[in-house]
C-alpha cells in the first residue's frame, strides 16, 4: 500500500492528517544563520627590505539598532520562511557587506535558550577562508560599519582534574579583535569532560568588551576548526592569491596555527598541493623567489 493510504491510529490518511495540522500547536523560534569570513594579509611593514608579517583577520558588522546597538556582530540575519538555510547564508552576506561568490561551509549550530534577548533564536554558523583583495566590502544600510579585524584566541590558563571515570579539563581563552580605531575582547571558558568514550564540552562567555551576543563563542570555536581543517584539507589555498612563494603559503599556515614550522617539515608536508611554475617575485629589495601555484589534483596523486 503507499505511504500516503497508510492510517495512523487516528484513522487518518497522510493528506487527511496534513490538512488537519495545527502548526501553532509547537513554539516556533526564530532562525538565523552568522557567517565567519577569514582572511590573511599583511600587516604594515616598516622596512621594505623585510618580508611583512601576515596575521589572522575577520570581517565584522558594527551593529546600527538595538540589541546590542554600536557593538560588533557577525554578518547574519534571519532565515527567510522559503528559503534554505545556504541560501540564507549567501543572501544575507551579499547583503550586509556585498561579497557573493564565495566558498561557504557549515560550522556549528548555536541553540542555548537566551543567547539572543530578542525571543527564542537558533543560529546556524558559517565558516569561510577568502582573499581579502578580491573582495569589495561595503556595510549595508542597517549596519553602521563594515570592518577586518585583527584575531587572535589564547590560551592563558589550564587545569586538569582526574576523575573517577575520566577527566574534566578547564580552560580560559582570551579573545581579541582589533583594528585602527576599536579593540574588542571577550574571556571564554571551555570545559572538556571526559566520561569513559563521551565527552562533552561547554563553552561559556565569561567577559565580552564591544562583542555583540554570543558571537565571542563562535568566533573562538571557529578560530578552533580552522586550525584543525588546515592540518588535513587544502582551506588554506582560498587565502592565496593564484600565484605565490612558499614562504608566503609557510606564513599563512604559521598565523592560523599560531605556531613556527620547521621550513623543511612544511615543504615536504605540501609538496604534493603545490605546482612549480617559471615565474619569478620581482620585489624591490628581495631576492626573486620562485613563484608556485595551486595544484586542485593533489588528492590523486598516489603515495
Known amino acids: ?33 552568522d557567517m565567519l569570513i577569514f582572511t590573511v594579509t599583511d600587516e604594515e611593514k616598516e622596512n621594505y627590505r623585510k618580508l611583512p608579517e601576515k596575521v589572522l583577520r575577520l570581517l565584522m558588522i558594527k551593529r546600527g539598532d538595538h540589541p546590542y546597538i554600536g557593538q560588533w556582530a557577525l554578518p547574519g540575519g534571519f532565515v527567510k520562511m522559503g528559503e534554505s538555510l545556504d541560501e540564507a547564508a549567501i543572501r544575507e552576506l551579499k547583503e550586509e557587506t556585498n561579497i557573493d561568490d564565495i566558498y561557504m561551509e557549515q560550522l556549528y ?7 539572543d534577548p530578542r525571543t527564542r533564536v537558533i543560529s546556524t554558523s558559517y565558516m569561510s577562508l577568502a582573499d581579502s583583495s578580491t ?14 579585524f585583527t584575531v587572535s584566541c ?8 582526574v576523575t573517577e571515570k575520566g577527566y574534566i579539563l578547564q580552560r580560559l581563552l582570551k579573545l581579541s579583535l582589533s583594528s585602527d580605531e576599536d579593540n574588542l575582547s571577550a574571556i571564554l571558558k571551555l570545559v ?25 563563542k563562535i568566533i573562538e570555536y571557529g578560530i578552533e576548526r580552522l ?18 612563494t612558499l614562504t608566503e603559503l609557510q606564513q599563512v599556515y604559521e598565523v592560523i596555527l ?46
Do not use: C
Open 258 to 303: 599560531d605556531a613556527e614550522l620547521l621550513k623543511a617539515n612544511f615543504r615536504r608536508k605540501i609538496a604534493d598541493m603545490v605546482i612549480e611554475t617559471n615565474e619569478y617575485t620581482k620585489d624591490a629589495g628581495h631576492r626573486p623567489s620562485k613563484l608556485f601555484r595551486f595544484n586542485p589534483n593533489w588528492n590523486n596523486i598516489s603515495k
Open 154 to 161: 589564547k590560551l592563558y590558563q589550564e587545569q586538569k582534574t
Open 1 to 33: 500500500m503507499p505511504d500516503n493510504l497508510l492510517i495512523n491510529k487516528q484513522g487518518l490518511t497522510e493528506e487527511q492528517f496534513l490538512a488537519a495540522y495545527d502548526a501553532s500547536k509547537y513554539e516556533r523560534p526564530s532562525v538565523t544563520v
Open 227 to 244: 586550525r584543525s581543517k588546515i592540518e588535513y584539507t587544502d582551506i588554506a589555498f582560498n587565502l592565496m592569491p593564484e600565484l605565490f
Open 109 to 115: 549550530t548555536w541553540g542555548d535558550a537566551a543567547r
Open 192 to 216: 572538556k569532560t571526559v566520561e569513559g568514550k563521551v565527552t562533552k564540552v561547554e563553552r561559556e562567555v565569561v567577559e565580552s568588551n564591544g562583542i555583540a551576543f554570543d558571537h565571542a
Open 135 to 148: 573582495l569589495e566590502i561595503r556595510a549595508s544600510d542597517d549596519a553602521d560599519d563594515a570592518k577586518w
